[in-house]
């Protein structure tokens, strides 16, 4: 038995580039597509929002003198850049999967609707939200938080590639320790970046808990829907 029934998988679009920089690198797209059908046989319902850091993002955009809501309307259209890959990646193996934007562009992808994803999801499909919210000056993150709470998931399933929440930043900081689960309440007391804080604070307000994990491990998102404790639960 899967440890939850119904899920928002959260992907890093930096993760997609896997050694190459930028872009997308098609073993690690690979890697996912399979991963996901391995939880999807399981019998859970899907929902995946990506980043798309990897092509685009919108606040450093702006840094380098793009205008701020042209450059996260750029950001919105890497994530349907990526969610097109990984929808053809999971077409490869077999999974029927929609694409769904929060903005409008068909015929590239299906509208975003609640009920539409919730239904999909229920017949099988896995459902992919592209274009963050559809509106500047959100992250993917919050769009991610957002997804999770309307379509009623059991939890986000955050894939980074770091193992967990740690007390500082593990890539930085050698002596940094691993919590195996830690609350909203803690996060902000000890002043720790799980999510951005918009993001963090809809999950803590709607009781949408986080587990966080190293999804370039491969086989780790099955050993998550297993019960393995190999990341941080956030919880309020």
Not at 13 to 25: F, T, V
Request: proline share 2%; hydrophobic share 40%; net charge neutral.
């Amino acid at each position: 038995m899967a440890r939850f029934k119904r899920i928002l998988l959260k992907l890093s679009g930096e993760s997609l580039m896997g050694n190459q920089g930028y872009g997308i690198d098609a073993t690690r797209l690979g890697d996912y597509a399979r991963q996901i059908k391995e939880i999807h046989e399981m019998g859970v319902q899907i929902g995946i929002v990506i980043g798309g850091g990897n092509i685009f993002r919108g606040l450093s955009g702006s840094q380098k003198g793009f205008d701020r809501v042209k450059g996260d309307q750029m950001g919105m259209c890497a994530t349907v850049i990526n969610s097109l890959a990984l929808s053809s990646a999971l077409g490869a193996i077999g999974m029927k999967s929609k694409v769904m934007t929060a903005i409008r562009m068909e015929p590239i992808g299906e509208f975003y609707n609640k009920w539409n994803a919730i239904e999909a999801m229920k017949a099988g499909y896995i459902c992919i939200f592209s274009a963050g919210t559809g509106n500047p000056y959100f992250t993917t993150d919050t769009g991610s938080s957002l997804r999770g709470i309307e379509i009623e998931a059991d939890v986000m399933l955050k894939g980074t590639r770091v193992d967990g929440v740690y007390t500082a930043d593990p890539e930085k900081d050698p002596t940094a320790t691993k919590f195996t689960e830690i609350t909203y309440d803690e996060i902000y007391n000890k002043g720790l970046k799980v999510m951005d804080l918009t993001a963090t604070t809809m999950c803590k307000e709607n009781n949408l808990p986080i587990y966080v994990f190293n999804m370039d491990v491969v086989g780790n998102l099955k050993k998550v829907m297993e019960g393995e404790e190999i990341g941080t639960l956030v919880h309020n």
